[in-house]
């Protein structure tokens, strides 16, 4: 079975730019959750998407917003770029979103704004 | 706010001894935690989860402690071997409010041959 897989792996854009990453779950799951990898933060929840709707979000402002399609492929995309906003997106993947649910996470979009 | 903290950065161990990678949190509310395994490039992986009604849970090489007077769990890597070396996450959870985990920073494993 084919693990989660994103979209691009590498990105460099400048700031006031917008970007759309993508993720595609492993197949037969519901669940994707969007994370924010910093040096100093660890991993950050964005937000989670269940049969393609937002379930839950963290603490980010609305420039980072999300979609679920119906084949639970998920985009993530950032509006007005900012430098604080170079960092490693990962998305993962479980099949019904519980706690108990192992989510399995793809390598990541490395995104640089400068 | 830090709700889960890995205060250790990084820690080197030699092949063969014990690893304990520590890490507390802050809300008596998580109720459920997890360790996940990150190398380079790639994104984290599943290693050990705990549930609040235990203390101990075993997998392997891997054990993790949960102290839930001291708000403190551990993950003990018994022997360490070198493909052990990697940034480890721990996460908590908590079954009420919005669902999420909250990681902490996580602490850089090497393992010396």
């Known amino acids: 079975k084919a693990g989660v897989t994103q979209t691009p792996r590498y990105l460099i854009k400048t700031r006031g730019q917008q970007v759309t990453l993508s993720c595609s779950p492993i197949?037969?799951?519901?669940?994707v959750s969007w994370y924010q990898q910093t040096p100093g933060q660890g991993l950050q929840f964005l937000f989670e998407?269940?049969?393609?709707?937002?379930?839950n979000k963290g603490n980010f402002p609305g420039r980072f917003s999300g979609r679920q399609f119906s084949n639970s492929r998920s985009e993530m995309n950032v509006s007005t770029l900012e430098l604080g906003d170079s960092a490693l997106y990962l998305c993962?993947?479980?099949?019904?979103?519980?706690?108990?649910?192992?989510?399995?996470f793809g390598p990541g979009t490395r995104l640089t704004v400068l | 706010d830090q709700q889960v903290k890995q205060n250790s950065p990084s820690l080197s161990v030699q092949e063969g001894r014990i690893s304990i990678l520590n890490c507390d949190y802050t809300?008596?509310?998580?109720?459920?935690f997890l360790w996940y395994k990150k190398y380079p490039a790639e994104g984290p992986t599943f290693l050990i989860s705990?549930?609040?009604?235990?203390d101990k849970n075993e997998d392997g090489r891997f054990t993790v402690f949960l102290n839930k007077s001291a708000k403190h769990l551990s993950l003990h890597i018994v022997p360490s071997q070198p493909g052990d070396s990697a940034v480890y996450f721990c996460?908590?959870?908590?079954?009420?409010?919005?669902?999420?985990?909250?990681f902490g920073t996580g602490t850089r494993l090497k393992v010396l041959a």
């Open positions: 993962a993947s479980s099949q019904t979103g519980s706690r108990t649910d192992t989510q399995y």
């Open positions: 197949s037969g799951h519901r669940s």
């Open positions: 998407y269940f049969s393609e709707t937002q379930r």
């Open positions: 809300n008596s509310m998580f109720d459920y």
């Open positions: 705990i549930s609040s009604i235990k």
């Open positions: 996460a908590a959870s908590r079954i009420s409010g919005t669902y999420k985990y909250i």
